[in-house]
């Protein structure tokens, strides 16, 4: 196959989610020449949006590749490749990293290690990243809520039964507080209509604070041009190996080579790490950017456990549901030293959702419960998320097969700790009254909140990546998605990676690419320097 030259782009961004749309947008309407190219295509406004057959049963909108985890076994990954990335499908929680996040914490099963930034020099990134997203939420109801001013947005209110849960938490002297929330005018005429299709779930009305509504479309209306089902498969490198000279791009059946002299990855965690494992060359053996030899390691996702709360004879009729946090176990849990993590309600599962799951337990000899049993269930429960931390480890790794397949290796640590909250938050849904808790969760092969694969730091034998988020081995290559994490804290990364990526932006205004400094900026510019 013959391969095509295309040049004439300042700056090459991989991916469209929530780094790369966001970078992208950062630079928009400067006079720079950029090109986004995103593997997938626009996720169409169509009926089966807020269909939880389409979405969860057929797994329309899944990637439908397959990974092989560390036993050799395949599996199908909780991925979309689409404009606007993971971020279509997410539940809009945006939350900060706490402060005690950025610093060493000793943990039951091990240590979180220290991030080489504080948390006060991203705090204005972080500012920034709340008003680009339209996130919604109350400064003051949160024990563990870092130095900051108030939400762009107010709380989205809590619904009737909602409150009546808020007030049963209080009284068993917890401190409930409203879930950070990235929505675009919650229930007013033309925003979102506070659904119970948000979870999972792309929306058919572009009111989520998603990266293609709030970053792609207006970048591209800025003059961004944007490349759909461009599968990027290779990064390219001068002969020497010094630096990179752009990307290998398949799309419509030609092979397309892309130059330019700034490269941006933002392929999230594991496609970051494969590509340039993939990108290997005489000059850098084991992979681009990896004379640490630690792309690919270090792979976290967050200990998650889906809870339902049920009682017989109580129904919920709350539609949306995902508005309460609970942080009181973040720091440390009851009677030990060390944290457990956060709980927080979750959008209302439907009875389809509910029989997925379902068919897959005792080894797939209970799928003969109808729908309408789990719809009478599901009709009384009320859901939860119950997440702890994941730590570091450098055998839980991204590799490759010999056929250039995505190998994930991984087994979750700090189990014990996640367990314990896991029996908290069944204690406390118990003590509201709930007859019976229900729990599932991903195990070993959870994806989602994926991070930790190219470590940010200030050392190169220990970290892939600067604190510009800068390969430390090649100097115009840099990557913006959750893999520069060196730890995965214990709330949602995803408004982390927004604000990093607004703070790598302004480092290349002001550094690589020499341009002016304007109000939109504002105070984080002055923070790059």
Known sequence: ?????????????????????????????????????????????????????????????????????????????????????????????????????????????????????????????????????????????????????????????????????????????????????????????????????????????????????????????????????????????????????????????RTLRVEAPLLVLACGAVNSAALLLRSATARHPRGLANSSGLVGRRYMAHLATMMQGFHPFRPNDTVFQKTVAINDFYLRGPGVSYPLGQIQSQGRTHGIMAKVVGDTWFRGTVTWIPVWAYDAWVARGVDWLAMSEDLPSEDNRVTLTEDGRIRLTYAPNNVGAHEQLVREATRMLKRLGFWKVMTASHRAKNTTHQCGTLVFGRDPARSVLDTWCRAHDLPNLYVVDGSFFPSSAAVNPGLTIIAQALRVADHLRRTVLRLPEDAATGTAAAHSA
């Open 1 to 253: 196959m013959s391969t095509t030259e295309v040049a004439g782009y300042d700056l090459v961004v991989v991916g469209s989610g929530a780094g790369g749309g966001t970078l992208a947008h950062a630079l928009a309407g400067r006079g720079l020449r950029i090109l986004v190219l995103e593997r997938g295509h626009e996720v169409p406004s169509e009926a089966e949006n807020w269909d939880p057959a389409a979405v969860w049963q057929a797994l329309r909108y899944r990637a439908t590749e397959r990974w092989v985890d560390g036993a050799g076994e395949e599996f199908q990954p909780y991925t979309h490749y689409n404009v606007g990335g993971n971020t279509k499908y997410w539940g809009s929680v945006l939350y900060r990293l706490r402060r005690e996040d950025f610093g060493e914490i000793v943990h039951r099963d091990g240590v979180s290690p220290a991030w080489p930034i504080t948390y006060e020099e991203l705090a204005p990134w972080y500012e920034r990243a709340e008003r680009l997203y339209h996130v919604h939420g109350d400064a003051t109801a949160d024990p563990t809520e870092p130095p900051r001013g108030p939400f762009p947005h107010a709380p989205v209110p809590h619904a009737p039964a909602m409150v009546r849960v808020i007030e049963g938490l209080r009284a068993q002297g917890l401190h409930p507080s409203p879930l950070p929330l990235a929505l675009v005018d919650p229930g007013l005429p033309g925003g979102c209509r506070l659904c119970n299709t948000c979870n999972s779930f792309p929306c058919r009305i572009h009111r989520k604070g998603d990266a293609d509504v709030c970053c792609v479309r207006p970048a591209v209306q800025a003059g961004v041009t944007l490349w759909t089902g461009a599968r990027v498969t290779r990064v390219l490198t001068t002969a020497d190996g010094s630096r990179v000279t752009g990307v290998e791009v398949e799309r419509d059946g």
